[in-house]
């Protein structure tokens, strides 16, 4: 590695240590948001013209910022507050050299859920489903890690598949929740308790398919034992939330307000 490439390291580093993302660097460098564990790594070469454009890019940028030139002080917390689960996951996968089919193998985690982290589907992974991959991380390397900060249940869940291990560790209780096609669309929003609601729907005919059942979110409403105002919240929730997909809804279409009449 020349020594231009080693100052431009040591500068994606720098701006590592202060807690910007590789997605705020690669904006930074005009690059891809990999390319930037590939270039730190030293696994791709660049030439002298171009480790001189990406290092004025980054001196200008800290030029407007205050750094430090040390991560000491720093919680691992405050460390990975911007960063998303699914780009810390990538980031580990590339320091440790193992691939997302590596770690499915490793953690009995299906292939898709791993790549519906990577990619941004799912936001983050639920309880079981984090445990998991945490402890095949682990086992790659016993040191070096910093797992991101989670509670123990979270109120709002993106992007689950839609699959029989990602519904049982759903809650079961009271909430709202919409099932959505592999392009994203809402086909079904309901409310009830979660998890006894989506056990249902996947043992119904509607629901085979992908093209219609790909994935899923919810947000609990149920706080401790408040069972009736989580049902009414969860109700009123379910209602708005069909309102507002207008037309584009496939099933439970009964509160759709019509928008092809306006």
């Known amino acids: 590695m020349s020594q231009l490439q080693e100052e ?5 580093t720098l701006l590592k240590h202060n807690r910007f993302t590789q997605r705020t660097i690669a904006d930074v460098l005009g690059i891809w948001q990999p390319d930037v564990s590939v270039i730190s790594s030293g696994k791709r070469i660049l030439t002298e013209e171009k ?3 990406y290092i004025d890019a980054l001196v200008a940028f800290i030029e407007n910022e205050t750094l430090s030139e040390s991560d000491e002080g720093n919680s691992g917390e405050e ?3 911007e960063v998303s689960y699914g780009e810390w996951l990538r980031e580990q996968l590339e320091i440790l050299g193992k691939s997302p089919t590596d770690l499915a193998t490793h953690s009995a985690v299906t292939i898709q859920t791993i790549l519906s982290y990577i990619n941004g589907s799912t936001s983050s992974p639920q309880k079981r489903t984090k445990e998991a991959i945490d402890s095949a991380l682990r086992d790659f390397t016993p040191q070096g890690i910093q797992f991101l900060p989670r509670a123990e249940e979270e109120r709002l869940i993106m992007g689950s598949l839609f699959n029989d291990n ?3 560790q759903a809650p079961d209780k009271i909430g709202i929740y919409a099932i959505h096609d592999r392009r994203g669309y809402t086909t079904y929003v309901g409310q009830g308790k979660i998890k006894s609601r989506l056990r249902l729907h996947k043992q119904s005919i509607h629901f085979v398919s992908d093209k219609v059942a790909n ?3 919810y947000f609990i409403t149920q706080d401790g034992d408040n069972y009736g105002d989580a049902k009414q919240q969860a109700i009123f929730l379910e209602k708005l939330i069909i309102k507002f997909t207008g037309n584009s809804i496939l099933l439970n279409t009964n509160l759709i307000e019509d928008l092809s009449r306006d």
């Open 8 to 12: 431009l390291v040591r500068l994606i």
């Open 51 to 53: 480790c001189k454009e």
């Open 79 to 81: 460390t990975n507050s």
């Open 166 to 168: 990602e519904i049982d």
């Open 215 to 217: 994935s899923f979110r």
